[in-house]
């Protein structure tokens, strides 16, 4: 019976995906996916309510995959979770606001389902720290990988390690205010202003609606209005990145008003610690590919990086590899190197 395998899953805002991960071989097989039980999908529930649902569905999920290679004569060593939140060093989800939204208690995701499991080992990782081991042995320097999807988060890979605090903290730009007008667009954590409330791909949609209410014949005139429809309510991150690749003005202001307040984030990195080099994944930045690269760049030209020519603004940033396995290979090469037999 192979004892080497690993089963690792990756939950985000909107997607739970799930694989197996041969260490032998460094990759994953037999990919799945399914929604997640999120705040969104159960409105008026109380938080608690929205942890237990989730933990519950992590546990079923685990078992129900276990149990399917057991079945084939193979055994599960440990699970990684790739988690969407920060976490800290004693394992706990500090907070998950696209999941279970604003507020929460600190939740030791990893020892509950192991506790619930039989004893099963389950490594909890935030999912940009997961994903950042996919990518370690790449490049020599440090780097930043960037996610950019339901919301926006970053974790910087220094020597060998990711950088954070025991309080799991270090990384959460998408928290970082942009906006300090009062009514500036609301963040899923609860504040106003944030960096994930604007440049991620619900971010975007959220400032596209506004632009909509306060310019509505330029929204009725624009491409995306005759993909979402007359109703700004009706658009999503899908036809407003059709829409902006499509050339549509409307929706080009739109996003690039997010990839501003991105580049803006940036640039206190790059002054702070000096990092080089740049990773974006996540479904929103990837789905706008070299083009999301071309608008960050000049945002980043516009505002000036210190020490850093303008032509070789570009060279600093880069794509992700285009899939969203990002988290479930890094989860995977995070437990064979630390996870001992």
């Excluded at 610690?273 to 516009?302: N, S, T």
């Excluded at 060279?315 to 590899?321: C, F, K």
Aim: hydrophobic share 45%; glycine share 12%; charged share 20%.
């Amino acid at each position: 019976m192979n004892q080497d395998l690993f089963l690792v899953l990756d939950i985000g805002g909107t997607t739970l995906r799930s694989a197996v991960y041969d260490p032998v071989q460094g990759a994953i097989a037999d990919a799945q996916r399914e929604p997640v039980h999120n705040f969104l999908s159960q409105p008026g529930v109380p938080v608690a309510t929205v942890q237990a649902n989730v933990i519950a569905q992590l546990q079923r999920l685990i078992a129900r995959r276990c149990e399917q290679l057991q079945a084939q004569g193979r055994s599960v060593r440990a699970v990684g979770l790739s988690f969407a939140g920060p976490i800290d060093a004693q394992g706990r989800v500090l907070s998950a606001a696209t999941i279970w939204g604003a507020g929460g208690a600190p939740l030791a995701v990893g020892d509950e389902l192991s506790r619930r499991l039989g004893g099963l080992p389950v490594h909890a990782l935030n999912d940009v720290t997961a994903a950042a081991w996919r990518y370690a042995d790449r490049h020599d320097e440090p780097f930043c990988l960037i996610t950019v999807s339901s919301g926006v988060g970053n974790k910087v890979f220094w020597g060998r390690e990711v950088l954070v605090n025991r309080h799991g903290h270090g990384g959460e730009i998408g928290h970082q205010r942009i906006d300090f007008a009062a009514d500036a667009l609301p963040c899923d954590c609860g504040g106003r202003g944030h960096l994930g409330g604007i440049a991620s791909g619900r971010g975007s949609v959220a400032v596209a609606r506004r632009f909509a209410a306060e310019d509505p014949a330029a929204f009725r005139a624009s491409r995306l209005a005759a993909l979402c429809g007359p109703d700004p309510a009706g658009l999503s991150s899908y036809h407003l990145v059709r829409a902006a690749l499509d050339g549509d003005a409307f929706a080009q202001r739109c996003v690039r008003h997010g990839i501003g307040c991105m580049a803006q984030a940036i640039s206190g990195l790059y002054a702070a610690i000096g990092v080089r080099r740049y990773l974006f994944m996540g479904g929103f930045a990837l789905a706008l590919g070299p083009q999301y690269l071309a608008w960050l760049a000049e945002a980043l030209r516009d505002i000036g990086l210190f020490g850093i020519a303008g032509d070789e603004v570009a060279s600093l940033l880069e794509l992700a590899d285009a899939d969203d396995d990002h988290g479930l290979v890094g989860a995977g090469r995070y437990l064979a190197q630390r996870v001992r037999a």
